[in-house]
């Protein structure tokens, strides 16, 4: 600013002289263009008079219009109507003349201007000088006024008085203007450099708050000049680059970074210097140690104050970022994964209770497609509508698994098929909203093979019915219907010997009939079960089926203690049922059993080498399944029950139960 100041006020005194030149130049011309006219009254007419009166206008014209020129037009013309003056004045006197004067006069305000325009006049005036004198040597021209003559007048020296003493007056003024231009110009300087130095002082103080303001910055923040070469880096960006701060100024990408980095960050710079606009990219680059990093870039043009572009560059360490991005990602591909390949159906419900999402298993289940269900309310998919269900769900949703419950609903699919669902309500609180999500567990299948079960059961005790129906219609009714016969014979008979023999027939049915009620309560329940535990009531059956199968038994038990009465119960009858299952369709010579007790758990291997069959396909095809019964036996205990055959490879069974014994 004070620069700018002392420069406009340089300009108005060069211009100041200037003009003040271009007045004194005319006024100086008034008593020449006097003694031109007293040179026409004393020898008359000249041409070279046409020159003076030209010269005359010009310098008039000039002064007229001086504030309406450029100072370097001015300088221009007033130097040549004083050449023309000068050499006008060689030419009639074959002199100097006061012609060199005015040259005086006009090359003050050019060496002023120029210095190389004055000494390019001068040159043209000498050398115009030599050849106007070279030519009057060789009497090629010769002088049109005889001077002496002239001169010879007290008029002419008057003028010529009067002209000169203009003319000092005139360069008097003039070094006073260059003195006080001198003045001015020393008084601006020192007002300058007093201003520059504490300009200075302030640009240092402004650099030092910047530079300590930019080392605080925990980003990389640099500028580069047009040239794409740095000129400032904070501290974070030094220690990365592993450069002086004195060292950077000057460096470009290509001395610090890799050929592919370097080549990426000159092409961002190129485009915010051509496009004058802000660049935000990413890059990732290995360091040497072989650390991953990955950087946001943002690059922005700085114009300065004579309109040059500097290039700003902000980065940002993104590394954790990306690193938290990419596992987001890989999160969300595994939960769709899961959520996508889970078995059980899983759905998402909105803060009023519509299906915001769901998987394929749920879709598959109530046999919709997923766009179908989407944005309707859950309630489409259950066969009870106008039950208060939003309440249920409310009152059900956990947060956990630990704490969740579990609630069996009847669904209803698209095509009006009912469906049995297994349903768990969790919630989850997501930007603050409470929303319902579930699983659901297909029961229809479990329904129907519970179902089974049940009828087998049924059928298996109808059975068991019958069969002791039988034994005491067969069995017991004939011992009890013969002795009622005798006993009405006795009361008609009158002799004694014949009371007795009909009493003692009596006996011997009641007792035959005792041991029939005991047979047919033995394959109730066992009386060597309850007495004598799980092993000898095993031991006991095998015993007793020998004699009707040639089997070979082999039982080997580490099992010395009581269980659980249910648990002998169970197992006993799901052993004799495979005994009886092996002795009617396997045609087995041989039957493995083992009991053992181990840590709690009671395991039971059976095992026989007969013919065998395919078990899975058995199982699919043939409904009411009676081994089905034995499994759901077994399970209902907390136990697990592995049923294996195949052709030609007998029957193996494996039963683990939890009990109360330790071995």
């Not at 340089?10 to 100041?16: A, P, Q």
Request: glycine residues 6%.
């Amino acid at each position: 600013m004070i620069k700018m100041e002392i420069g406009q006020e340089l300009d108005k005194l060069k211009k100041r002289i200037i003009d003040t030149a271009i007045f004194g130049a005319t006024i100086v011309m008034l008593p020449t263009l006097l003694l031109s006219l007293y040179r026409i009254v004393l020898f008359g007419w000249k041409n070279v008079y046409y020159i003076h009166i030209i010269v005359f206008v010009s310098a008039f014209c000039l002064l007229a219009l001086k504030e309406r020129m450029k100072n370097n037009i001015k300088i221009h013309l007033l130097t040549i109507i004083i050449l023309i003056i000068s050499f006008t004045t060689l030419i009639n006197f074959a002199l100097i003349g006061a012609g060199f004067v005015f040259f005086a006069m006009g090359f003050i305000p050019i060496v002023l201007y120029s210095k190389r325009v004055a000494i390019a006049y001068a040159i043209i005036y000498f050398a115009g000088f030599f050849i106007i004198t070279h030519l009057h040597n060789i009497s090629l021209i010769s002088p049109a006024v005889d001077f002496n003559a002239y001169m010879d007048t007290t008029f002419v020296w008057i003028a010529h008085g009067i002209m000169y003493a203009f003319i000092v007056f005139y360069i008097g003024y003039m070094l006073n203007l260059y003195y006080t231009l001198y003045l001015q110009s020393l008084k601006s300087s020192l007002e300058y450099s007093n201003e520059l130095q504490a300009s200075l002082k302030d640009v240092n103080f402004q650099k030092n708050r910047f530079t300590l303001f930019m080392d605080a910055y925990p980003f990389h923040v640099t500028i580069k000049d047009e040239n794409q070469r740095y000129v400032f880096g904070n501290k974070a960006i030094l220690d990365f680059m592993q450069v002086g701060r004195e060292a950077l100024p000057g460096m470009a990408t290509k001395d610090v970074f890799s050929e592919e980095i370097s080549k990426q960050l000159d092409q961002s710079d190129q485009v915010v210097i051509d496009t004058k606009a802000p660049v935000n990219e990413e890059i990732s680059i290995y360091l040497d140690n072989g650390e991953y990093k990955c950087y946001e870039l943002i690059k922005f043009p700085l114009v300065t104050q004579d309109n040059k572009i500097l290039i700003g560059g902000i980065s940002i360490d993104i590394t954790r970022q990306k690193q938290a991005e990419n596992e987001l990602i890989e999160s969300e591909k595994r939960y769709r994964a899961i959520f996508e390949g889970s078995t059980d159906g899983i759905v998402f419900l909105d803060e009023e209770f519509d299906i915001s999402d769901c998987n394929l298993s749920y879709c598959e289940l109530m046999g919709y497609a997923k766009d179908d269900l989407l944005g309707q309310n859950y309630k489409i998919t259950l066969r009870d509508k106008s039950y208060d269900w939003d309440r249920v769900i409310v009152d059900l949703a956990a947060e956990s698994r630990f704490d969740s419950q579990k609630i069996e609903l009847e669904g209803l699919k698209k095509d009006g098929q009912v469906v049995y669902g297994d349903c768990t309500v969790y919630k989850l609180k997501k930007d603050n909203k409470q929303l319902i999500w579930a699983v659901v567990r297909d029961l229809s299948e479990k329904k129907r093979l519970e179902a089974e079960i049940y009828k087998t059961m049924l059928d298996a005790e109808e059975k068991e019915r019958s069969r002791f129906a039988r034994e005491i219609h067969d069995g017991l009714g004939p011992l009890l219907s013969t002795s009622l016969v005798y006993l009405h014979t006795i009361g008609k008979e009158n002799k004694l010997d014949k009371v007795y023999k009909y009493s003692k027939r009596i006996y011997e049915l009641l007792e035959d009939a005792s041991y029939c009620i005991k047979e047919i309560s033995n394959n109730i329940s066992p009386d060597i079960l309850n007495r004598y535990g799980l092993v000898q009531a095993i031991q006991s059956f095998c015993e007793k089926v020998k004699f009707t199968k040639d089997i070979n038994f082999l039982i080997k038990s580490n099992l010395d203690c009581r269980i659980e009465k249910t648990i002998e119960y169970s197992v006993y009858r799901v052993i004799t049922e495979l005994i009886n299952n092996t002795i009617k369709h396997s045609q087995a010579n041989q039957i493995k059993i083992d009991v053992e007790i181990n840590s709690g758990l009671l395991f039971i291997n059976y095992e026989d080498n007969g013919e065998g069959f395919n078990y899975k396909t058995l199982k699919e095809q043939v409904k009411g399944f009676g081994l089905l019964n034995l499994e759901n036996r077994i399970e209902k205990l907390g136990g697990q029950y592995v049923y294996y055959s195949e052709p030609g490879e007998g029957v193996k069974v494996t039963m683990r139960i939890k009990t109360n014994c330790c071995d």
